[in-house]
């Protein structure tokens, strides 16, 4: 496993980077999470909800909740060893239920299956406390790291 | 059709307004899109690419777009007259193409159904120029606007 | 629990009852289908992959997975006590790998979610000997049964 | 376009042909369908509901209609010339209107990517006579036909 690409790919852009092109949107949404978890094929991170993630009723916005997907669902396959995190192919995710500011919620993210050109993910999001669902998501990936579907 | 109500929703927050808490990830989402037609159950916007939304392979970020689709195949609900824009159950998209930089992309929302309980909108992601799909997702929201699904 | 309900639901209608008009295509879905545990919001079902479901490659039917997810994961809220299993609003499937004639395979459904209003099931379809996952399903439903949504 | 291969994936088999392993579920699924529609990557078939394929509630079973979107939604790709229908990845669907016995409803299925490795397909289920939809699904598959995913 390589673990560094893991972290790395889970850590937001450090100060020393330039972020006015390269991951500022994944910086803004990473900020605060942390890595909890990190085995073959498992990841979990967590959050206490912060303000700026809000939607305009006080909840854990609902699309960054799939932004979180897409980036602890990609980290899960540098830790099997994958070369490559992917390209988006499907993300589907069904929400169970709200979550709310300062709410701890974890992202544990599975690898549902590693073949030569496509590769799933599953991420569970929970309340860390209680272990409540909050939502779930699978998250296939062109396994080839090339703009090129 | 409230069509304060679809603007609203689809405006970042104004410079009056304290974005410490509300609607901070919608704005930073928002900002730079426009709202190029409003009619009964169909709404488009387009936005040029901006860097601040890239992923780190330069493409416009994945989770950005359901961010987008979220905010976008919400506003459509208003557009047709439902007091509500709903609360999420289910966001599933196909990615099709890779946007780049600069490219013109606009958010294509329809309403595919407006039942009393269970409201559904596609929101079809296209190259303005080209009309090439780079996106197309699915979005179904429960009508009463609660937290308690 | 209403173990009754999660039986008749997934058994295939019996020689007394007419079969012309009712539950044709679920017998010819369910036959040979046999239940392996039903416990409060969990049930297991089991099958060995009949000629009759495969495709022209020869493996099991993707669309038939899909039918016994829309019925598994229906079975399993009758196990939580539920009056209703609902009528379907969404259901995703990812295919991860093939089955072949006489394997054995299961399907695993437990609940999401179960609200006033929507229910969710998820149903894991795995090879029995191997644990091997085929394929993973969320079915999202309304809960009041109704041809109504 | 090879049209045969277009008609062949949406026939049911013939009497001289051996039901007992190949094709029998596809068949059972397919007798009624007819064609009314094939160009380059746009097919539309319909049907009058059977008895044979309602539910327990009388509506067209929605396993069923995933079954049909898998062969309606696979033959599209050999009306673009495709010489595969490919190997099932994803299928998502949105119910949005229950069909009831004797309603004439189409199956419009469109290629939405067609990629070296992964092709999209989108099928919109409608009644014939008032255009009312029914259901929209999108149906993601692997363009190399292995069972080797």
């Known amino acids: 496993m390589d673990l560094d690409a893991v972290k790395r790919s889970l850590e937001p852009a450090s100060g020393g980077e330039t972020l006015s092109r390269a991951r500022f949107f994944e910086t803004f949404v990473l900020y605060g999470l942390s890595i909890d978890l990190i085995e073959h094929g498992h990841v979990i991170c967590s959050m206490k909800v912060p303000p700026r993630l809000l939607n ?21 396959f540098y830790s099997a060893g994958l070369p490559t995190s992917g390209v988006s192919l499907e993300i589907s995710i069904s929400y169970v239920d709200a979550a709310y500011i300062n709410d ?10 590693t073949g030569k050109t496509v590769i ?23 396994a080839v790291a090339s703009s090129k579907l």
Do not use: N
Not at 104 to 113: G, P, S, T
Not at 120 to 139: D, L
């Open 104 to 113: 701890e919620i974890e992202f544990d993210a599975k690898i549902l299956k």
């Open 56 to 76: 305009s009723s006080g909840l854990l916005h609902g699309g960054l909740m799939v932004a979180l997907v897409d980036v602890v669902g990609s980290a899960v």
């Open 120 to 142: 799933v993910s599953t991420v569970e999001i929970r309340k860390k406390k209680t272990g409540k669902i909050v939502a779930q998501a699978r998250h296939a990936k062109y």
